[in-house]
């Protein structure tokens, strides 16, 4: 099979992939959500500790880390290109045709770009140690106050884990059709950009008819076995909260802590380093 | 030579913890006009195999040569993979991950066109092809290749691979699924291409007593290696150790294994129906004629000395039965 990039599952044993994936969920959302408040370098600085010790803990290989980054990589080139070349804001530094580079721009392109490179690296700590399986029972545990309002909570996580599931089924299955086309002597690499997507045609079919049949048949499976989403089911694995995930939830807080401090106590620690620096010398 | 495979080692996901060794050390020589059945347990890397003899996985390690093309880890000279892909045909398992044409015309097409080959002869090679494979032309060139049985997809799915008129042709479960007449029908479809058109032919496949009623040569792979690649009346004589494998040994020899329990040896050559009749016939043909009034059957056969009686149907079905009520074919 072929290597799966962005943010596969990466079974191993370590303090993150046995937290509870609610916890986990809960966390990453928090730390998303305040990536977005870091005003200063030197918050950032801690943010790639913070990020870097919790791989570290997760036993994720940089190898695995690269590669989710990998994966956004134009986007953080296009979105710093835009953000230097149109920010008005700010002293001039160059000014040419409709080109105006500021220093305000440069910085604020800078801090873009850490903040989605930390945010994709934050989302995907969370893919890599957490399994499917264990990602929808968590979303759908967290989401179950909404069945008071009637709505069909564990019918979208069954949708959800059916979808999980037949990801890799279905690159298996692509990877199948592709070398049968291939030994049709189809090639995938050669031509230009309409002869590329044109090559791609003998292999979504295949695909597509594979798919429904798929879904066909396990939706036959499904009522054979009078599956209904009944509000009583009970599960293999019970999630609990375990002392990790109470230890987890401090961690978080206190880096959360320090990014408030550091925007609205502090008002951006970038100064008062600058200052430090300064009496020092 | 056809194809020679030396030292050739595949790993699956090298250096991630899904990696898997899926070929280790497999050397092999097929020659021109073998019909080699290669049969495995899942996961024994008999696809994996086939899959580099078509250029379908880069050699990793070691190398692999076709008629003159040389396939080894390096990328340069490059591998000219359509003249590879035109030499051996590969029909995959299941029909469907190729078909994708709006018509079986269309669809058997698509390789002929993609070798580059002139309008008015690929007409003329989908014509032959589905000649080739029993489908009237006529009859089907129309139809859409979804509407089609299974048996029938299976044909569609061979045609649009020998119409690239490949010598060598690899097929992988070419009966999974079908019904015993598919099965048979499929079956004396391979046998007659290898007589006019791919002199030489692969199959991998499952089942032992199928096989062995057609190939010439059986190779056994195991863990990602060749286990035995000696004679057939060779390899069934190592039925625990097949056993060890996942793997059965043929019916016809099983048989001959339980009447030389019980003192009757029809000789070491046993390896598929066929030659336990013919065994059969040599040791009894003379007593036959003279001791049995109720042997009959065109391939009939009694064994007098035993009390199970062994039953070889003329449709080459074999079993063993105490409580046998004469009739045809004991």
Redesign the interface.
Known sequence: ?R?MSFGQY???ASPIHKLDARVKILLSVLYIVFIFFVPSYVGYFVTLLFITAVFMIGKIPM?AMLKSVKGILFLLIFMAALNVLFYKEGKVLVDWWIIRITDKGIDFAIKMALRLLFLVMGASVLTLTTSPMELTDGIESLLSPLKLIKIPVHDFALAMSITLRFIPTLME?TD??I?????????FDTGGPIAKIKAL??VL??LF??AF?KSYELADALDARCYNATKNRTRMKVMKPTWRDVIAFFVMAAFITFICLDKWYFHGLDALLVEFVRSII | MSITVKNLSFTYSRKTPYEKAALKDVDLVVNDGDFVGIIGHTGSGKSTFLQHINGLIRVEEGEIEVFDIRMTNKRRPKVDLKRLRSEVGMVFQYPEYQLFEESVEKDIAFGAKNLGMAKEKISDAVKEAMEMVGLDYETYRKRSPFDLSGGEKRRVAIAGVIVMKPKILILDEPTAGLDPEGKNSILTLITRLKENFCPTIIVVSHDIDEITRYATRIVVFDGGKIAYDVPMSELFEKEDELRKMGLEIPLAVRVRNRLRERGIDLGKDVVNVETLIGAAIKRYALKDSKTNENSGGPNGVICGEVQERVCIESDNSVYIDAGFEGGDGI
């Open positions: 099979m290597d990466y079974p191993t190898r299955e199948k059709i070398m049968a086309q291939k030994a049709r002597g189809s090639s045609i003998p079919i295949p008819t594979s049949r």
